[in-house]
């Protein structure tokens, strides 16, 4: 497998005097042959400007830098989770990467290929399966139906067609999971925040953050009839386009209250921070089905290093996942998959208490979107310790946890209470 690298112009070429390695934490390993997959439809390449990747010699076996160009990069689409990074060395006047994965990729056979597995078989974001003509038609028909609501408005005019956000694309589909935001603040500084970065920082946010507060009927509204009619339907509250939505728990309950009496059907889930259990057990009285809450760690100095919270602490999080499990709820932990941090021995204990202690149903195997080097400098991390690598940890853990279900995205009821088979083994066996 050879070591890729950019002219800087947007041409990639292979480098056959190198072979590509990977990154964890701050080191730079040989790849498992059995790790390489042929990158997935929806995939891309990046250029890292100002950095030199890291191969093999072929002749003489010793690990040097490619000096024929910039380093590349690998953007593995949603389903995927990622084994390792892209291995470079940053030249010092390098500036900071912008809020995407940075996943290790080379090339054999003119084949592009990643150290990857596919972590969950639902195809609710595959680039295929979106129709342009039906996303319109749905636009216009949606747009139309809701004139002055301004939710639809935001998911149509920011969400679907500024972004192309692909939950919200699948709503103006009518299908699936449909994205409900709600907060335009939110009670952590996340460093990776994707909504909002501070003026002073180096990094832009990629995308803008909620504007108004929607009223409990605006979201009634358009959720009603997608929990009514769509296929395997959920509507979400949390999305990427906003702060914390548990900082509107009030008119979220009121909303839920009012949805469950003019439907009974499909999923009412929420992706948050879990920073208020309080909030979240009136949320489950109302008739919240699911909670997805986000971290970067099992780990209370690591996450708390990363999310720098507002009046809350690691500890809420965990009571929020206990209160929902307390309601039969189904929980799931957002997990940032970042190799050398995510696998640490360290990491790995703290993960098995969280999962021991909270009885959680799913961990969703995420890539962290963030450049490696700035989030160990941001928090403070020199030495990543020993790690037992992404993949033979999802093992352990599967094999430890067997009722414990991996994936990427949030399951309908219709899975939650029936056969749910996209987990580990499936695409292990």
Request: with cysteine; charged share 20%.
């Amino acid at each position: 497998m050879y070591l890729l690298y950019s002219d800087g112009k947007g041409n990639i070429f292979e480098d056959e005097s190198l072979y590509v390695v990977g990154r964890t934490g701050w080191d730079a390993v040989p790849v498992p042959n059995e790790d390489w997959i042929l990158l997935p439809d929806g995939g891309s390449l990046y250029e890292l400007p100002d950095r030199r990747g890291i191969g093999i010699d072929v002749k003489t076996g010793e690990m040097r830098l490619c000096e024929k160009g910039w380093a590349v990069a690998a953007f593995i689409p949603p389903a995927h989770t990622g084994f390792f990074m892209a291995a470079f060395e940053s030249t010092p006047d390098a500036e900071t990467l912008p809020l995407f994965c940075y996943t290790a990729v080379g090339w054999r056979n003119n084949e592009f290929y990643v150290p990857a597995i596919r972590i969950e078989q639902d195809i609710r974001q595959e680039c295929s399966g979106y129709d342009t003509n039906e996303i319109n038609i749905g636009l216009d028909n949606l747009t139309n139906a809701y004139p002055h609501n301004r939710l639809v408005k935001h998911l149509a005019e920011k969400c679907c067609v500024t972004y192309n956000c692909p939950a919200a694309r699948n709503y103006f589909m009518g299908r699936w999971e449909c994205p409900v935001p709600t907060s335009p603040a939110c009670n952590a500084n996340c460093i990776g925040c994707i909504s909002f970065q501070p003026e002073d920082e180096t990094i832009p946010s990629t995308q803008d953050r909620l504007t108004f507060k929607p009223s409990a009927e605006e979201i009634v509204e358009f959720t009603v009839p997608h929990l009514e009619t769509a296929p395997y339907p959920i509507i979400s509250f949390g999305q990427g386009c906003e702060g914390e939505p548990l900082l509107m728990w009030e008119t979220i309950k009121s909303a839920i209250t009012e949805i469950r009496k003019h439907t009974s059907k499909g999923s009412i889930n929420i992706n948050t921070n879990g920073s208020k259990p309080d909030a979240v057990e009136a949320l489950c009285k109302a008739g919240l089905n699911s909670i997805r809450v986000s971290t970067n760690s099992a780990q209370k100095s690591i996450y708390e290093a990363y999310y720098k919270p507002n009046n809350y602490q690691f500890e809420d999080i965990v009571e929020s996942l206990k209160v929902v499990r307390r309601y039969n709820g189904w929980t799931s932990i957002n997990y940032f998959v970042f190799p050398g941090m995510t696998d640490a021995l360290v990491e790995y204990e703290a993960l098995r208490k969280l999962i021991r202690e909270t009885e959680l149903n799913m961990i969703q195997w995420r890539n962290f979107n963030i450049d490696p080097d700035w989030y160990l400098g941001k928090i403070g991390v020199i030495d990543t310790g020993d790690s037992i690598g992404i993949k033979q940890m999802m093992e352990l853990v599967q094999e430890e946890f067997p009722l414990l279900k991996f994936g990427y995205f949030n399951p309908p009821i219709e899975r939650i209470n029936g056969k749910f088979t996209s987990d580990f083994a499936h695409f292990t066996s």
